[in-house]
């Protein structure tokens, strides 16, 4: 077998009929709920609580808000979103009966015991989208997890699950009764899952064969997330060819948004500490043992607000998208196509 990562690759220019950038719609359906950006904040400890959630939501986007902390902080990081969406002055008088609210952030658990009282209390706050956050989610655990929640009849719950990467992976989690397949294992900035234990497949075909298992089993409504390996704005495109959405860490990390504190180095640079969530700084500060390491922390800079990121991100996949005449991300789908790249190709694109 033969994988491709994202560097592996450009996408072939085409004539094209659009005249601006602007025509472009990134909008991406997700069946209970569409994105205006298709970006997803990663449901990590360093990247994404309320704050972050709230600023996803506000530009086009979606955090899933972490599972690292307790139930009831859990069901505070919701109250918390709710107090940043009716305070901010600029969407003005606001109706929280209206535009489909409880779609607007995610959460996560995990597959132990209490984590159903997790899924029951959050639900109780209002949540919706609710993501199975598992290094490995082709596994028995996961699957008599997804049993146990649809036992619940929970309605209007949308649930993510992930992480796979094989087409046999993603066959299973459509026959589990999944909405929506969380697609990448070790490709993360902070992840050393490859490195450690030689596992993972190059991102670019993880998502191809996410998708190929979709149309295979003729589902329609199952959408893909690609999480992991995005270095560069235009790896996000590349995703996009096969995934719904893309989600974000290390990208994200270093943003005013992020959780944690600000730090001043010995150079006096500020910066914010990111951690996969493998690591055994992240293993220690959730109360597990340091062990089954496979990520990292490093030092951040700070990078200001993630607007400006998720700015730049829109207006990049605009311009990908007006390269191959294609107006709406089906069009794009349907339009992308790559060339693979020889070693002297990799340098000339820089890449």
Not at 161 to 189: F, P, Q, R
Not at 200 to 206: E, F, H, M, N, S
Request: hydrophobic share 35%; with cysteine; glycine share 10%.
């Amino acid at each position: 077998m033969r994988g491709l990562s994202f560097n592996d690759v450009l996408i072939i220019p085409t004539y094209s009929e659009i005249e601006s950038r602007r025509e472009v719609s990134l909008k991406s359906n997700f069946g209970l709920f569409s994105l205006d950006l298709p970006i997803f904040a990663a449901n990590m400890k360093s990247i994404c609580g309320p704050r972050m959630a709230y600023a996803m939501y506000k530009y086009g986007g979606i955090g899933i808000m972490h599972r690292f902390c307790t139930i009831e902080q859990a069901v505070k990081d919701i109250e918390s979103f709710w107090g940043y969406y009716k305070d901010d002055k600029e969407l003005g008088n606001i109706d929280l009966t209206i535009n489909d609210p409880f779609y607007k952030f995610g959460v996560s658990i995990g597959v132990q015991d209490n984590d159903m009282e997790r899924l029951d209390k959050l639900y109780e706050a209002g949540a919706r989208i609710v993501c199975i956050d598992v290094a490995m989610g082709h596994c028995k655990k996961v699957k008599d997890t997804i049993k146990r929640i649809k036992d619940k009849n929970l309605d209007g719950l949308y649930l993510i699950v992930g992480n796979i990467a094989t087409y046999e992976g993603a066959l299973d989690l459509i026959d589990w009764g999944v909405d929506c397949i969380k697609t990448g294992i070790g490709g993360g900035s902070a992840c050393e899952t490859r490195k450690n234990a030689s596992i993972g497949i190059p991102q670019l075909t993880a998502i191809e064969h996410s998708r190929l298992a979709i149309e295979d089993a003729g589902v329609k409504n199952v959408k893909i997330i690609s999480d992991g390996a995005i270095k560069y704005v235009g790896d996000v495109s590349k995703a996009l060819k096969y995934a719904d959405g893309c989600m974000l860490g290390g990208m994200l990390s270093g943003t005013s948004e992020t959780p944690g504190e600000v730090f001043k180095d010995e150079n006096g640079d500020y910066y914010k500490v990111f951690m996969g969530s493998a690591s055994g700084e992240s293993k220690i500060s959730n109360g597990q043992n340091s062990e089954y390491i496979e990520g990292i922390a490093k030092k951040v800079k700070i990078k200001g607000h993630v607007k400006y990121i998720l700015k730049e991100i829109r207006e990049g996949v605009q311009s990908t998208f007006s390269y191959v005449n294609a107006r709406n991300i089906y069009e794009f789908r349907e339009n992308c196509k790559f060339v693979e790249l020889s070693s002297g190709g990799k340098t000339e694109s820089k890449l």
